[in-house]
């Protein structure tokens, strides 16, 4: 019951087709911790600027999340502004000020070190590698990663993958990675790479885990209401790695329940921008569309 | 149990990543009608030329398959040629000769016309609804289309919809026919057009099924040996109109069950090019693979 994340913090301004927000508090660590708190206390380890408003920091504290880690920094706070295409399935990104992030060098409070449950949010392998070695005894590590580290930092990544419980990634940055042409192929090669276990999103159409136990598919819950796709995939990771925190548990049958109710958090938080919808949903909320989820999926 | 399929019959070139193959037996009719022989013994009404093998005919036969409908013309039997892209997701069409399938106007032996259970395979809604007439008191009626009747013949289909149990079409299909970009939003306004149930073929990310009892999603069975994804939407059809009719059903759990054996036939149906591999299982490989495939959507 103490799970850790590393990762970004944001102001996201965002277009969609249906509208459009600015500065809206995001990034990896933020939708993730969110959503973990759903299931536990999480803890966050973060850099943000000094236009960083209390608010935010107050929301995250009301949840339960833990923000010893959160170091605010001279200068501004990480942005990004991106505009998604018609179809929500691919965006442009307009425009990144990396600002205190292009220089985060995270360092664990100590009493984050014992955390047993660990999620490395996409960021350069060797990060990654450097958060873990402050780790004492993780139960369960899992990592995102994404294209730009598999191009440049290829070799870094290969060293951590071995060192993971679980690695997350894109359909087309496992394809990437492995040179297959096949998602299922490329799931079962990422996982020869070290992990020991492997979730490939496929943003709308679903997920699939490669574990020892073989595959497991889901499809994404079919919401009719997405607002903005932004965050979902951390989102889903948060409901993945929440889950099993809470539970303590990694078996085959956890990690699908897991699966699911990543699913399912991420259908919520496509249903607003930024963290709206996750701002108005209960656990109750949660736990009823996961059980909705799982009587349509059973036949 | 007794299902008629009206659709095409033709000799496909394929090539594909994983190899080529020259005149194999396809066409919509082919694919659906082998694979409802696993479940019941399909009626099959089409049009060949002089060049189609008695052996294909007799083929029919030994798998229980009424060939009464099957009509012999002057002239060579529809031929079809593409090449798939790597990723097998896309193909590019290098040549169609219509042939004897150009002046298709199927008309039913007597005894069919007392079907329980019609599939009308991919032709023009005018076709479709000329063989739906008659049919004199079917049960379920399943129909397919293509983009090519949305932009040329939509009148026609609108027409055709109203009388239809239940409509199959692809994501892009879907999207084209609605205007909407959001699949879920589509899956539902096809079903306002008049089908009671509307199925979106994805490929390799499952299908979606719209009926009144909401929205299932079932994700593609997880097989790696993708060799010839030729058929695979007709395989899919014949699996789900095939248990319907083989267990004269039709209540959501039923609809659910249709989903998952279409889904798994279709799974081995991409294992071969043409009907090969549909040709090496039997049905208890089949159930073996549904009970698989059910084990794992299981949380």
Redesign the interface.
């Known amino acids: 019951m103490s799970l850790l994340v590393v990762g970004s913090l944001a102001f996201d301004s965002i277009e969609t087709?249906n509208g459009k927000v600015d500065d809206a508090l995001g990034g990896s660590a933020s939708f993730f911790s969110v959503v973990a708190s759903f299931f536990t206390k999480p803890r966050l380890v973060g850099v943000v600027g000094q236009d960083f408003p209390p608010e935010h920091i107050q929301m995250f504290r009301a949840k339960g999340i833990d923000t010893s880690g959160l170091v605010t920094k001279e200068g501004k706070t990480f942005r990004w502004k991106g505009r998604y295409h018609?179809?929500?399935n691919s965006r442009d990104t307009l425009d990144v000020q990396l600002n205190v992030f292009g220089t985060f060098d995270p360092v664990l409070p100590k009493h984050f070190r014992d955390s047993r449950h660990v999620f490395l949010a996409n960021s350069s392998p060797a990060i990654q590698a450097k958060v873990l070695d402050q780790v004492e005894k993780p139960e369960i590590v899992m990592a995102d990663t994404m294209d730009l580290w598999i191009n440049t930092e290829k070799k870094g990544l290969l060293e951590l993958l071995p060192r993971l419980d679980g690695f997350l990634l894109n359909d087309s940055e496992a394809l990437l990675l492995t040179g297959e042409?096949?998602?299922?192929?490329a799931g079962?090669a990422v996982r020869k790479l070290g992990p020991k276990f492997v979730i490939l999103k496929?943003g709308?159409?679903?997920a699939?885990l490669f574990s020892e136990a073989?595959?497991?598919?889901?499809?994404?819950y079919?919401?009719?209401h997405?607002v903005d796709p932004t965050g979902a995939g951390d989102s889903f990771a948060g409901g993945v790695l929440g889950s099993l925190a809470a539970d303590s548990a990694s078996s085959a049958?956890d990690l699908?329940?897991a699966?699911?109710y990543g699913t399912v958090v991420a259908s919520f938080t496509v249903e607003g921008f930024g963290l709206d919808r996750l701002g108005e949903i209960t656990r109750k909320d949660l736990d009823a569309r996961y059980q909705e989820y799982?009587k349509?999926?059973?036949?």
Chains 1, 2 share one sequence.
Do not use: S, W, Y
């Open positions: 087709p018609q179809d929500m042409t096949n998602l299922v192929r079962h496929k709308e159409h679903g699939m073989g595959v497991f598919v889901v499809p994404a079919p919401t009719p997405i049958a699908k329940r699966m699911a799982r349509m999926l059973t036949f």
